[in-house]
Nanobody, 122 residues
Framework: QVQLVESGGGLVQAGGSLRLSCAAS????????MGWFRQAPGKQREFVAA????????PYADSVKGRFTISRDNTKNTVYLQMNSLKPEDTAVYYC???????????????WGQGTQVTVSS
């Protein structure tokens, strides 16, 4: 059984930064494709970033490209999402996910964390 636990969310002013962490247990992050998604109130869950288990490629949503960076530390079995130049529209619950293939669709991923709230004030 794979468990994912997100942390690092909080309240930040526009233009600020946060780093989200996703600690995994039950499976090495190096053996899974890992993704970050977010869901704002009243909206569908949307893709943010991912990192491939095979190639290490890191696709990003256009809305976060150049501002967010996904990375993983295999020694800590943790995936990170560094978020810079945050905007009010980045406000959402952020979820970490693990699966076999890297993709932008939530249904591709088999395991999910409980989410962490990110609120960006204007």
């Amino acid at each position: 059984q794979v468990q994912l636990v997100e942390s690092g969310g909080g309240l930040v002013q526009a233009g600020g930064s946060l780093r989200l962490s996703c600690a995994a247990s039950g499976r090495a992050v190096s053996s899974a494709s890992m993704g970050w998604f977010r869901q704002a109130p009243g909206k569908q869950r949307e893709f943010v970033a991912a990192i491939s288990r095979i190639s290490g490629s890191t696709p990003y949503a256009d809305s976060v490209k150049g501002r967010f960076t996904i990375s993983r530390d295999n020694t800590k079995n943790t995936v990170y999402l560094q978020m810079n130049s945050l905007k009010p529209e980045d406000t959402a619950v952020y979820y970490c996910a693990a699966g076999w293939s890297v993709a932008t669709t939530p249904t591709t991923y088999d395991y999910w964390g409980q989410g962490t709230q990110v609120t960006v004030s204007s």
